[in-house]
């Protein structure tokens, strides 16, 4: 018997690209999961558009910046509307930062397509552009006091919308802190209490043969709690809800250790109005979830039948 044929790994969904690209970045969302939004919207047709009758009457679709905003996921709603059955123009692209007034994009096509995408659409651009205006704010209020300074958010985002989350805060000039449980190792006072009174040198014994390729992260409460762990080996301390002068002091008896010193974070309540004293402070990273809870962005839409069927 010959032996079976090897089968070939199936790769992950690949972000969807419309058939004719009309703007210059991919999708973050595959097609089926794009397709999903669409069809949890609108799950059975549209009643009221197919009880009128208007479905087959050609129209445009305007969506325009209210206010000034940073851009976030407009290559996914362009591409839910283009799924629909509509032609789109993009004129920005995530990240981009816009004034009121600025058009984000056109489509043409049927009544039916344009009312069966429109809300989709305009609400993934500005529940994420809310995130990616609230994360620049936070970068913008903390390099002007510290250029190096990085911006990370947390995981704490909406269950379930992690993959827009993140593209929301990359647009926003911001970085990740952790995606999820799988790729860092951060020591939380929650791990400690399941482990007695195992002192710090000891844990990073454990974790160092565990993960020896990962850098260990340890958050604590108190000064001297960091001081112990930076002097056994963690690469990173977190300081949780500490005031920006126990944070400078943090960082004055850090620096005292020389090159090897480990990273400074500070998290907990940070946020566009407080983060400038933070970074005064010295401190290399703040993490916060602040952009998670902002406000989302106004964009108005603009629908109606097309010139020529005026």
Known sequence: MSSPAKLRPVPPPAAFVPSTPLWPKPTVASRAELEALLADDVPYGDLTTDALGIGAVSGAMQFI??????????EDAAAIIELAGCRVELFASSGSALEAGSPIL????????????????QTLIEIWSGVATEAHAIVAAATAVAPNIAVACTRKNVPGTKRFAVAAVRAGGAVMHRLGLSETVLVFPEHQAFLGREPFVGLVERLRRAAPEKRLVIEVNTLEAAIVA???????IQAEKFTPAQVALLVARMAAIGRSRPVVAVAGGIHAGNVAAYAQAGADVVVTSSPYLA??????VRIGPSSADQ
Do not use: Y
């Open 295 to 300: 406000r989302p962005c106004d964009v108005q």
């Open 230 to 236: 930076a002097s056994v080996g963690f690469d990173v």
């Open 65 to 74: 910046a209210r206010d000034a905003m940073v851009l976030a996921l407009a």
């Open 106 to 121: 056109t489509a043409h096509g049927p009544a039916s397509a344009l009312l069966r995408s429109w809300k989709v659409a």
